[in-house]
């Protein structure tokens, strides 16, 4: 055990191999990052507990501790300035966040491989207010105001819109749309 004061008490411990390679053996340091190593197996082992929040009191008390709790979570310094602490699902809500505002790059390569698996992707485009679907594998790239204008669309396609833009050789895709995978 290190003695208090020293630099190796504070230091990340490092990953150790988990002693048990069964299914859902990964726990403290062995979780693998998901956004970071998306190739390594996580490992995981998942439980669901359901608690009926009534029996701990009113929503709005309930609430107000939550409230507190992200607080005193967000104020908590940070060991690297550069990575403050989050709560486990900021970053997946700064992330849909920041694509529902500017758009998933679909790079020309990653779109022409959707077509060479032999999918059917039909979309709702928004175009000034008049939303059309298509086949997104009848694309061509770049894709410009006037193709899109081009495009024939059908009816009776209820989902959102999706909106996209050409950008050179690559498509921006909102994750508001619904793509639809036949």
């Known amino acids: 055990m290190p003695k208090a004061g020293s630099a190796s008490l504070h230091r990340r411990p490092r990953r150790r191999r988990p002693t048990n390679d069964g299914p859902g053996a990964a726990f403290l340091t062995n979780v693998q990052a998901w956004d970071k190593n998306p190739g390594i197996v996580q490992n995981l082992g998942h439980v669901f507990i359901l608690i009926d929040t009534s029996m701990l009191g009113a929503l709005s ?3 107000a501790r939550m409230e507190e709790f992200l607080s005193i979570l967000h104020d908590t310094p940070a060991a690297d300035p550069e990575n403050p602490v989050v709560t486990p699902d900021e970053r ?17 390569v990653d779109f022409e491989n959707i077509g060479c698996i032999g999918l059917t992707i039909l979309a709702k485009v928004n175009m000034g207010g008049a939303c059309v679907v298509t086949n997104l594998k009848a ?17 009776g396609f209820t ?20 793509i639809i995978l036949l």
């Open 92 to 108: 997946e809500m700064k992330a849909y966040a920041r694509s529902s505002r500017d758009g998933v790059a679909v790079s020309k």
């Open 159 to 178: 989902e959102q819109c999706l909106h996209l833009c050409g950008h050179g050789a690559s498509a921006r895709l909102a994750m508001t749309c619904s």
């Open 139 to 155: 694309w061509p790239f770049p894709l410009s105001s006037r193709t899109m204008r081009a495009m024939v669309g059908q009816t």
């Open 61 to 63: 008390w309930l609430h």
